[in-house]
């Protein structure tokens, strides 16, 4: 117990140690911060970077730069960040300030001036240190929802001089938060075919058994061999209903600690591991993310730390054990689960041997398979495991597994089309189908004489799809041969139902001008604050493309003094 007790208070000395400046950036916003997503919380293919505060439901706040510096990046693009601001200080960090609805002026105004130059509304440039100088609690934009936002809110971040991001509350960005993270899953998980747990050879649910105390138990298990768990576990903070990510889990068996996942920095190279940590076929077929408590080959993440036996416990016949497992938030608030272990090695039973399709994946060696009209390439060291895989191709359908494997890179998919006329060779794409009703979504397709080629890094169901049909474009708040004068933008709506909008540009009077486009709305919008535009009759032309090269164009005039 004093062994167990010097540990515990060890471990707790080592965790609050922190070595990052306190008191240097200030709130990003003048509001109470609260949070809808927490660092490093487990995202689709990714870990969070940063924090997304909530801003009231509403976009326009102002956002401050957490400290002075210089504008060293500024990002605009259709998904992802949206518009994105990085500001470099003298201590060597960048924030990073996301989804913003604008600049502010002088950032607007370099910007727009690259923009126009470019003829590009996407956009990404490095100023030079001399050339957008930052001050302390200076305003440098406007909180927004571009991007790939879900709602209106302010992503932020600080990494380091490596471009790693680091948990902002480290710097002492304070969060209000008085809740214990909550559990709501343990799963068990026999390493090998002569391991097991409450006779299952599989991953196993676990019967887990709220204390009135607040920790958790689990139904005592009967269980041999090498063991490893999994936990489904979140954090509620103050004044917020969204479940978001836990700070640091650790394991300890028979009072030694085996394993710790640390969320407090990582590099985005890393990030992919994500869906090797978590249960990934679990993930794909229940939307629920299980985190894993041991490593498996190529699960490299930096975040991980006194790792003994990878994980794994080790549970002999005729024993009686116990694996704890603590889970914490960032402000120290915890919650333990214990699960008792009894050591029973059961007879072996006689297995119905799976049917396994006929294809043999060596994760670290390529492999290519072909049929008919189709191929597909894998690259060595596609996948992290070696495993049997499904590859069927019927007509212009190709069956490649099911979307449950976690892959490390791209493959190749490439489909011969020369059966197919002239004109049809033009409209035809690679497609994955997705969900109940099977719709395609299209994937990157490049043509070189009769082959089709696109990359992806995902197995499922893939076709050959056509798109004949033209995008369309429709005016939001004008029409034509009408008076303009007293409106502060033009919007239209253009919308693509099979391929998506690839490109689109504007002009008025001859002149490109400045569309923003929002794929969440379909909107493209122009605000007349450009002062592009000086004469009373305007001649408006927008082109908008596909991805597949089919084109409109709208055209209209609109008057305005």
Same mark, same amino acid.
């Given at each position: 117990?004093?062994?167990?007790?010097?540990? %515990?208070?060890?471990?707790?000395?080592?965790?609050?140690?922190?070595?990052?400046?306190?008191?240097?950036?200030?709130?990003? !916003?003048?509001?109470?911060?609260?949070?809808?997503?927490?660092?490093?919380?487990?995202?689709?293919?990714?870990?969070?970077?940063?924090?997304?505060?909530?801003?009231?439901?509403?976009?326009?706040?102002?956002?401050?730069?957490?400290?002075?510096?210089?504008?060293?990046?500024?990002?605009?693009?259709?998904?992802?960040?949206?518009?994105?601001?990085?500001?470099?200080?003298?201590?060597?960090?960048?924030?990073?300030?996301?989804?913003?609805?604008?600049?502010?002026?002088?950032?607007?105004?370099?910007?727009?001036?690259? #923009?126009?130059?470019?003829?590009?509304?996407?956009?990404?440039v490095f100023p030079t240190p001399d050339e957008l100088p930052i001050s302390s609690d200076e305003i440098v934009a406007f909180s927004g929802n571009s991007g790939s936002s879900g709602g209106?809110?302010?992503? %932020?971040?600080?990494?380091?001089?490596?471009?790693?991001?680091?948990?902002?509350?480290?710097?002492?960005?304070?969060?209000?938060?008085?809740?214990?993270?909550?559990?709501?899953?343990?799963?068990?998980?026999?390493?090998?075919?002569?391991?097991?747990?409450?006779?299952?050879?599989?991953?196993?649910?676990?019967?887990?058994?709220?204390?009135?105390?607040?920790?958790?138990?689990?139904?005592?298990?009967?269980?041999?061999?090498?063991?490893?768990?999994?936990?489904?576990?979140?954090?509620?903070?103050?004044?917020?209903?969204?479940?978001?990510?836990?700070?640091?889990?650790?394991? %300890?068996?028979?009072?030694?600690?085996?394993?710790?996942?640390?969320?407090?920095?990582?590099?985005?190279?890393?990030?992919?591991?994500?869906?090797?940590?978590?249960?990934?076929?679990?993930?794909?077929?229940?939307?629920?993310?299980?985190?894993?408590?041991?490593?498996?080959?190529?699960?490299?993440?930096?975040?991980?730390?006194?790792?003994?036996?990878?994980?794994?416990?080790?549970?002999?016949?005729?024993? /009686?054990?116990?694996?704890?497992?603590?889970?914490?938030?960032?402000?120290?608030?915890?919650?333990?689960?214990?699960?008792?272990?009894?050591?029973?090695?059961?007879?072996?039973?006689?297995?119905?041997?799976?049917?396994?399709?006929?294809?043999?994946? #060596?994760?670290?060696?390529?492999?290519?398979?072909?049929?008919?009209?189709?191929?597909?390439?894998?690259?060595?060291?596609?996948?992290?495991?070696?495993?049997?895989?499904?590859?069927?191709?019927?007509?212009?359908?190709?069956?490649?597994?099911?979307?449950?494997?976690?892959?490390?890179?791209?493959?190749?998919?490439?489909?011969?089309?020369?059966?197919?006329?002239?004109?049809?060779?033009?409209?035809?794409?690679?497609?994955?189908?997705?969900?109940?009703?099977?719709?395609?979504?299209?994937?990157?397709?490049?043509? #070189?004489?009769?082959?089709?080629? /696109?990359?992806?890094?995902?197995?499922?169901?893939?076709?050959?799809?056509?798109?004949?049909?033209?995008?369309?474009?429709?005016?939001?708040?004008?029409?034509?041969?009408?008076?303009?004068?007293? /409106?502060?933008?033009?919007?239209?709506?253009?919308?693509?139902? !099979?391929?998506?909008?690839?490109?689109?540009?504007?002009?008025?009077?001859?002149?490109?001008?400045?569309?923003?486009?929002?794929?969440?709305?379909?909107?493209?919008?122009?605000?007349?604050?450009?002062?592009?535009?000086?004469?009373?009759?305007?001649?408006?032309?927008?082109?908008?493309?596909?991805?597949?090269?089919?084109?409109?164009?709208?055209?209209?005039?609109?008057?305005?003094?």
């Amino acid at each position: 117990m004093r062994y167990f007790l010097a540990l %515990f208070l060890l471990s707790l000395f080592g965790y609050a140690q922190n070595p990052y400046p306190q008191d240097y950036f200030r709130s990003p !916003l003048d509001i109470n911060l609260i949070l809808s997503g927490t660092f490093a919380e487990l995202r689709s293919n990714h870990f969070h970077s940063g924090l997304d505060i909530k801003t009231q439901q509403r976009t326009g706040l102002n956002v401050y730069a957490a400290a002075e510096g210089y504008v060293s990046r500024i990002k605009i693009s259709h998904f992802g960040y949206g518009k994105a601001l990085y500001i470099t200080h003298p201590n060597g960090y960048v924030s990073v300030y996301a989804h913003l609805e604008k600049f502010a002026p002088k950032i607007e105004a370099y910007i727009k001036a690259l #923009q126009y130059k470019k003829e590009s509304y996407e956009i990404e440039v490095f100023p030079t240190p001399d050339e957008l100088p930052i001050s302390s609690d200076e305003i440098v934009a406007f909180s927004g929802n571009s991007g790939s936002s879900g709602g209106p809110h302010l992503h %932020f971040e600080i990494r380091d001089n490596a471009e790693r991001p680091i948990n902002p509350m480290l710097f002492g960005i304070q969060i209000k938060d008085s809740k214990r993270p909550t559990v709501r899953g343990i799963y068990a998980y026999p390493k090998d075919r002569r391991s097991h747990v409450n006779d299952v050879k599989k991953r196993n649910e676990l019967r887990l058994i709220p204390n009135k105390n607040g920790d958790y138990s689990v139904e005592p298990i009967e269980a041999y061999g090498s063991i490893g768990f999994g936990v489904i576990s979140n954090d509620q903070l103050d004044f917020a209903y969204n479940r978001n990510g836990v700070s640091n889990i650790q394991t %300890f068996y028979n009072g030694n600690k085996n394993f710790e996942m640390d969320f407090k920095r990582f590099s985005f190279d890393e990030s992919k591991h994500l869906n090797r940590y978590i249960d990934f076929e679990m993930f794909k077929t229940e939307k629920t993310r299980i985190q894993k408590l041991f490593v498996q080959p190529g699960n490299t993440l930096s975040m991980l730390k006194d790792v003994i036996d990878d994980g794994y416990i080790t549970v002999e016949d005729s024993t /009686a054990s116990v694996y704890k497992i603590r889970i914490r938030d960032f402000e120290g608030n915890e919650s333990w689960v214990s699960i008792p272990i009894n050591g029973r090695k059961t007879k072996e039973k006689l297995e119905v041997p799976e049917v396994k399709p006929a294809y043999y994946v #060596q994760a670290h060696e390529p492999l290519r398979l072909e049929k008919n009209n189709v191929s597909v390439y894998f690259p060595s060291d596609t996948f992290y495991d070696d495993f049997h895989i499904d590859f069927a191709v019927k007509s212009d359908t190709l069956k490649l597994h099911e979307d449950v494997v976690p892959l490390l890179k791209n493959f190749t998919i490439s489909y011969n089309i020369e059966n197919y006329s002239e004109e049809d060779k033009n409209k035809l794409f690679i497609a994955k189908l997705y969900g109940y009703y099977q719709r395609p979504g299209y994937i990157n397709t490049s043509r #070189q004489g009769d082959v089709l080629t /696109a990359r992806t890094k995902s197995l499922g169901t893939f076709v050959l799809a056509t798109d004949t049909e033209n995008p369309t474009i429709t005016p939001v708040n004008f029409q034509d041969g009408k008076w303009m004068s007293k /409106a502060e933008d033009l919007q239209l709506k253009i919308d693509d139902d !099979l391929s998506g909008i690839a490109n689109y540009r504007a002009t008025i009077n001859g002149k490109w001008i400045l569309m923003e486009y929002d794929y969440k709305k379909n909107t493209l919008t122009y605000n007349f604050n450009d002062n592009v535009i000086s004469d009373t009759e305007n001649n408006l032309k927008v082109i908008v493309i596909d991805n597949i090269g089919n084109s409109s164009t709208f055209e209209a005039t609109f008057f305005r003094k």
